[in-house]
């Protein structure tokens, strides 16, 4: 696909993730808008597309495409990817805006195209309240998914035997999408949840004396670089060291198979037992008051409760007599 736009280059791509990312951006209009400047008013032959992004959105983990193209005042200038906005991916002109929906931006990706609608969806969602308030309870709320009220309830790792198989899920390009809308938005929910979690684990313990402050105790770090391996850094109290938590969420049972990437795998190994995976089920997105979860801690590769197929990273959870 073309990943270079402009007479001048003003817009290069290094990738179809980093391409797509930008697409999801400029489809919120929270993020960013888009206009037509009428420059015959001003002596030139064409009209001028511009790209803004607003003062919050640059100061957020962009692409470094939109970094390199941006001016002052967070403006780009390119036309022909404006037009291409409007040619391929559904986005309208509406007098001298340019506008677009979620729903008719997605049908414009190719339905199989899992890691590109991801990327889409990291931008589309680039900007989420993450505050940090050390006397006060945190609040979320992803844009359908209300967690305000979740609590984690703890199990120990489930001994039953587990699903082979996932279920299939359907074909249809907007059944598809509207799966990768619905896993992208639990696993959302999922991290905030378990955010919130240890933010109110610190405060308890920091008020019962159990640690002298909350400095750099807690950091959501997927939510400014999702290739760490972890999505949240928080503080075990008893033990007095950190922790790097990766949070798996499923609206299925304790035994539903999860993928993992490799670069989880070998973070884990890293680790060791300052690693946990942090497995959320029966995760209800109407009404997620109650959260059943699960820990697996240490390298995940030599857990023996879980198989992790070679082919394509699922994590199996065992049978009570296998591998125990």
Partial sequence: ??????????????????YYMALG???????ARIYIEDNAKRGSFTDASRLHLYAE??????????????KDGGRINCNPYVDNLIENHGFLLSG???????????KTIPNNEVENIAAFMKG????????????????????SIDVSKAKLKFHDIPRENASKEMVRRKQGKRDYIKEALNDFEIGEAGEKIVYNHEKQKLLDAYKAGKIENLNDKLEWVSRTDDSLGYDIRSYNVDEKREMYIEVKTTTGSSTTPFYISENEIDKSRELKDKYYIYRLYKMDRHNPKNVDYFILQGDISTNQHVTIEKRNCRVIINNSTEKL
């Avoid at 951006?25 to 993020?31: A, E, Q």
């Avoid at 340019?98 to 997605?106: D, F, G, P, S």
């Fill in 96 to 106: 001298n805006v340019v506008v677009a929906t979620l729903e008719n931006v997605l």
């Fill in 1 to 18: 696909m073309k990943l270079n736009w402009g007479n001048q280059n003003q817009l290069i791509f290094d990738s179809e993730e980093e």
């Fill in 57 to 70: 959105t640059q100061r957020a983990n962009l692409p470094q495409a939109l970094r390199d193209a941006m």
């Fill in 124 to 143: 589309y969602y680039l900007i989420q309240e993450n505050k940090v308030i050390p006397e006060q309870n945190i609040t979320y709320t992803t844009e």
């Fill in 25 to 31: 951006i400029f489809s919120n209009p929270k993020l």
